[in-house]
């Protein structure tokens, strides 16, 4: 396995039997970023050459993605003149230089970054489709169009970038369009708001706390630029001396926490979460596109492609080092690091399920559950990096689990998108009794709940196993019974979804709709058919999920050189479908899970033979549901400490700083002048015989300054 530098004239040829390759892995981010910035142009020919060219150019961005896959699958690829070149492939072409140090730009091929623009940009294309229908009639489609492939083009720049600097050009890319469309109704009409939150305020809500992360991700990546002279993945993880040099400097543990604030930002990860469930003030496309297939899966992405540094090339740099003090805190700062991302990802999946629980709704649960779903990822990374030679499982499982959630979740807002446009709301309780009206949605939905659940055969059953016979694995059984808890919670606010939304009887909201002539109905084809292509995508992996699991094995660590440990699923077994002890005991476990969230989720929502309320009241539940509606009071913190107080601050500095100090400076100073003024307009007569006399004064003087100077 090696990386090959390409040198290119960018010169485009179809002929014979060159590759398309290295054309379609620029294209693939080029073309939607190229696509957004026609949009504005084209929209000039009318509205609906306009729509069909913004879905057109998300298509065209989802062709080239899929032709990487054969690639992918071959491990290699040729070129005329050159040969046979085997990923991962680093095309490169020279860009600028820092401190006097060349940094090309480039794109790096090889499995993951295969894998992910695939999950990208075919979800990203199902949604631009369904926009065509959730969209129309709304006002600034021109501008929605413009941010959709603005926003997918620069999530595939983010995958496709062979370095961290060009990475933070798709890394800031997504956070402004994130910004431009969670508040893309900017007028703030009462009905678009999220609670208490308007659009532009959430909007401002995720810029704002994503920098944060942002920031301690770019301090973390120039520090590292100045060791290791690069920014160049596969180079940091060739070339690990930086590692020891920082460890020498005693900061390579603050580096690579400080690196983690980026994914935890943009991830949406304990501490920085409180964005995401405001960020369900954009239209639900938006929502579909940031929850399932960029903005919140670009943190997974980037602790995934740094995975192989911060495991084998830490694991070298310690043994290349004779000093044991030096080894010890390379081998110690993985370790935290590792640990630090396990249970940062498993508690926030803990937090958020438990949010979800009790939110109103829909899309804010949905939200939660993305929040919670993205620490599952988290918590299987860093229970790889634990893992030592079998850190592959992981690996695979949390990238295994980033595309079941991105299909199923992507389906869900979708569905739930159709929900909002036929009962005109967004309260769940506002709902119900609509699976006969809207049956297509209605099943899409179950399934995608289902998945979302973990129950078999559906594909979030099987990557959900993996995460869990990753934790059962590299032993880690405190996280496994996070993860376990987390599931039971998982499928009880998901019955609880379905039942408040479809079954049951009719809401006062619906019956009053429909007094008034409103008819409920299903959502228009070119809506539900995306959303039904993802829920037989989910049911379909599903189905083959042990053999699909095995295969993901196989084509992801290509990257990794570990162990395998996939025996179990050798050919030989595969359709036997054979499981050992760890296996077992992680379907048991699941199973328990299921049990216990589910039962008293059907007994208060599907069957309805529990009251909630009476259930809360009667065991004394009241606090606990009040510390949970109020997002463990962790929202209304912030909000006292970096809102409200920077806000009482400003006013006191304006009161006593601007207004007395800065004001009483600006008017004692006009008032100086206005004096001075005063006195020279005394000088000023109007007599013409004074100021020639004036004149001939300052000639003489200036006449007598220069024969002084002579």
Not at 521 to 526: D, I, K, Y
Request: proline share 3%; with cysteine.
């Amino acid at each position: 396995m090696y990386s090959v530098k390409l040198r290119c004239n960018f010169k485009f040829r179809l002929a014979g039997d060159v590759a398309m390759f290295p054309y379609a892995a620029w294209l693939c981010w080029v073309i939607p970023i190229v696509g957004a910035v026609l949009t504005p142009i084209v929209a000039k020919f009318g509205d609906k050459v306009r729509d069909y060219f913004a879905v057109l150019t998300s298509l065209l961005a989802a062709i080239m993605a899929g032709m990487l896959i054969p690639y992918g699958l071959s491990g290699s690829f040729t070129i005329p003149g050159i040969g046979n070149v085997f990923l991962p492939a680093d095309w490169r072409v020279p860009w600028i230089q820092i401190f006097g140090v060349r940094i090309d730009a480039g794109v790096l091929v090889d499995s993951l970054s295969i894998f992910m623009i695939n999950v990208v940009a075919w979800i990203s294309f199902l949604i631009m489709v369904y926009s065509l229908g959730y969209m129309r009639g709304e006002e600034g489609l021109t501008r929605y169009w413009f941010f959709m492939n603005f926003f997918i083009g620069n999530m595939l720049l983010l995958v496709m970038s062979d370095n961290i600097l060009q990475m933070l050009f798709g890394w800031e890319g997504v956070g402004l369009c994130s910004y431009q469309l969670i508040g893309f109704w900017y007028h703030d009409e009462r009905r678009r708001w999220i609670g208490n939150i308007p659009p532009s305020h959430a909007g401002m809500k995720a810029f704002i706390m994503t920098r944060a992360g942002d920031i301690a991700l770019m301090i973390s990546a120039f520090i590292i630029f100045t060791q290791a002279g690069t920014f160049n993945f596969l180079e940091l993880q060739n070339n690990y001396k930086w590692i020891v040099e920082l460890a020498k400097c005693g900061l390579i543990l603050p580096v690579i926490l400080l690196f983690f604030g980026g994914p935890v930002g943009k991830s949406a990860q304990f501490p920085l979460h409180e964005w995401l469930p405001e960020a369900m003030a954009g239209p639900t496309p938006v929502s579909a596109l940031i929850h399932a297939a960029t903005m919140v899966k670009a943190g997974v992405y980037l602790t995934a492609r740094m995975f192989p540094i911060f495991t084998e090339s830490f694991k070298l740099a310690s043994q290349s080092v004779m000093n044991f003090t030096i080894r010890q805190l390379i081998l110690t700062a993985q370790n935290n690091f590792f640990t630090m991302v396990a249970w940062i990802g498993a508690f926030t999946a803990f937090l958020a399920a438990s949010q979800a629980m009790v939110a109103r709704q829909i899309k804010k649960v949905l939200a939660y559950s993305t929040v919670s779903q993205i620490g599952y990822m988290m918590l299987a990374l860093g229970v790889g990096g634990l893992a030592g030679d079998y850190a592959a499982e992981g690996y695979v499982a949390s990238l295994f689990h980033l595309m079941s959630h991105a299909t199923f979740k992507a389906l869900l807002f979708m569905g739930a998108g159709a929900v909002l446009h036929a009962c005109e709301t967004t309260d769940m309780f506002e709902m119900g009794g609509i699976r006969r009206e809207m049956p297509i949605t209605f099943i899409c939905m179950l399934v995608g709940v289902l998945s979302l659940s973990g129950i078999p055969p559906l594909s979030g059953f099987w990557s959900k196993e993996a995460i869990f016979n990753a934790c059962l694995r590299s032993g880690n059984i405190a996280l496994l019974v996070v993860a376990a808890v987390t599931a039971a919670m998982t499928f009880f606010y998901s019955l609880r979804l379905i039942g408040v939304t479809f079954l049951g009887s009719k809401s006062e909201h619906l019956k009053k709709l429909e007094s008034e002539g409103f008819r409920i109905h299903e959502a228009s084809a070119v809506m539900w058919l995306p959303y039904a292509l993802l829920t037989v995508a989910t049911v379909g992996v599903g189905l083959i999920g042990p053999i699909f699991e095995h295969g993901l094995y196989g084509f992801l660590t290509s990257t990794l050189n570990t162990k395998n440990i996939y025996d179990v699923f050798s050919p030989s077994t595969v359709s036997a479908y054979n499981v050992d002890i760890s296996q077992l005991s992680t379907a048991l476990i699941t199973a328990i899970a299921l049990i216990v969230g589910g039962v008293p989720a059907y007994m208060m929502y599907i069957s309805r033979r529990i009251d909630p309320e009476t259930f809360i009241d009667k065991h004394g539940l009241k606090s606990l549901y009040n510390f949970l509606w109020n997002r463990w009071y962790i929202n209304l913190t912030y909000y006292k400490a970096f809102v409200y107080s920077l806000i009482a601050f400003s006013g006191e500095s304006y009161k006593n700083f601007e207004v007395k100090v800065m004001d009483g400076a600006n008017y004692a100073l006009a008032r100086r002048i206005a004096s001075f003024s005063n006195i020279l307009r005394r000088i000023q007569t109007g007599i013409l015989s004074y100021n020639i006399m004036g004149i001939a004064v300052g000639l003489l003087i200036a006449w007598l300054l220069l024969w002084i100077g002579m």
